[in-house]
């Protein structure tokens, strides 16, 4: 049980603004992060979805960026954003 505290204490939020306005970007960008096993949100308003599903996604709007949360490490958190790099529209990502 102490292990999976730690293990859980290492995790941070990193946030980063996305731009995912066409049905090609959305299928590409749910190829792209559910190949990692980290949790990952979609930020639209007060809205938040599963970024690993292409029809919550859908349910967002996208004709704004919207703000990608990944609950992982830091360093596997920016390997993440690296790999979103064509989405990315605020390079500034914010890890707590």
Known sequence: MVD??????EKTMCEVA???D???KVKD???????YGAGMDLVSGRRVVDAKSIMSI?????S???SLR???????????????????VDLEAVCD
């Open 22 to 24: 066409s049905v090609d």
């Open 58 to 62: 859908f349910c967002a709007d996208l």
């Open 70 to 88: 990944i609950h992982e490490e830091r360093e596997r958190a920016e390997e993440i954003v690296s790999a979103v790099g064509q989405y990315v």
């Open 18 to 20: 996305v731009l995912l």
């Open 29 to 35: 960008f749910v190829s792209i992060v559910s190949r």
């Open 64 to 66: 704004k960026p919207l």
């Open 4 to 9: 999976m505290i730690e293990r859980v204490e």
